[in-house]
């Protein structure tokens, strides 16, 4: 007898809340119970024109929803009051999520959060590729940002395959996503973040714990991903080529090439959409075949990726969902059921 679907609700549709949404209908063993949010904005009302059924994420909007014309099918409470669902995946603003926690403790319900919140919140952080295992059957998980998730790939397999002395990456942020560009930004200007390391470095140390790295941070006036430069001090000696067959064998690691004409971010979003995902989406993350090189001593790596803020993490959301349920216990097999159903690659063309 087959194992009945996993039962998720997305609390917040907002970038991320939206994509994680899509990814669950794709994905065989789960089943969207709905969203819920807390505006009738219209987003939310294009998902209720699809036909997914709408909450309000707590009851006092759910008249305000309404007058708004969506059609509402309650409060978020009504579904977990009823244990009608089995893990909520939180994509609400930073720091929303950590007070949504004492819902979701009342009501014994799994939660994912989302890397705007603190690693204490969950007390898991996650990235499929490197600690898995350490999400099973946990009550809570939190996916880790887009920059923290793209290191954890790139800088993360070196580690796992040869092992990594030290690591400094330098991350240049996008100022703000494309949907805020209208309200919020800067323009002409490189704002950096002073406070040295930046979060980023830290962050990953949640998640692969022996991991020496230290980030530095700076927004740029775009708003069209992030993009990493990479100097990684390795154990022992390693040629270009071990270098490239450890990306190449990396889930959700893609190799470019500046040769190709994808010489800034606006080629990779360009690649993205000519693609044929979903929103443009890029799901893997994309590095410089030629800007990959090592020191002329073996011991250092110098590497160049792009991180699509937006979709990179929709895949470790995906597989959190089968960790905290234990729907499937194997790392590998779950990000393969992931990548499958979510069209991921390992070669753009």
Not at 48 to 70: C, Q
Not at 237 to 258: A, C, H, M, N
Not at 315 to 337: F, G, Y
Request: contains cysteine; neutral net charge.
């Amino acid at each position: 007898m087959s194992r009945p679907k996993v039962r998720v609700l997305v609390n917040g549709y907002g970038v991320i809340g939206k994509r994680v949404a899509d990814a669950v209908t794709r994905q065989p063993d789960m089943e969207l119970v709905g969203i819920a949010d807390v505006v009738a904005d219209w987003r939310v009302k294009l998902a209720a024109a699809r036909g997914i059924p709408v909450y309000a994420s707590t009851p006092d909007k759910e008249d305000e929803m309404r007058k708004r014309g969506l059609k509402v099918e309650g409060s978020m409470l009504d579904l977990l009051r009823g244990g009608l669902v089995d893990v909520v995946v939180d994509c609400t603003p930073a720091k929303v999520g950590a007070k949504n926690k004492e819902v979701y403790e009342k009501y014994g319900v799994k939660a994912i959060f989302q890397g705007g919140e603190k690693h204490e919140v969950a007390g898991v952080s996650f990235v499929a590729q490197r600690n898995y295992g350490e999400a099973l059957g946990k009550q809570y998980v939190r996916v880790v940002s887009c920059n923290t998730t793209a290191i954890c790939r790139v800088v993360g397999a070196l580690h796992e395959r040869i092992g990594v002395r030290k690591a400094r990456v330098t991350i240049f942020r996008r100022a703000v996503d494309v949907w805020e560009s209208s309200r919020t930004g800067i323009m002409n200007t490189a704002v950096p973040e002073l406070q040295v390391p930046s979060h980023h470095g830290p962050d990953a140390r949640t998640v692969i714990k022996d991991l020496n790295i230290v980030t530095m941070a700076a927004k740029g006036s775009h708003n069209l991903y992030h993009l990493h430069m990479a100097m990684v001090e390795v154990n022992g000696k390693v040629t270009r080529d071990d270098v490239l067959k450890i990306l190449d064998e990396e889930p959700r690691v893609i190799f470019v090439s500046g040769e190709d004409g994808i010489d800034g971010l606006n080629s990779i979003f360009e690649l993205s959409r000519d693609l044929g995902r979903p929103r443009g989406d890029l799901y893997e993350i994309p590095v410089w075949r030629d800007g990959v090189s090592v020191s002329t001593d073996g011991t250092e790596v110098y590497m160049i990726w792009a991180t699509p803020n937006e979709s990179n993490v929709i895949p470790e959301n995906i597989d959190a969902i089968r960790a905290v349920t234990e729907l499937e216990k194997d790392a590998k097999e779950s990000i393969s059921k992931t990548d499958k159903h979510l069209g991921v690659i390992k070669k753009a063309y």
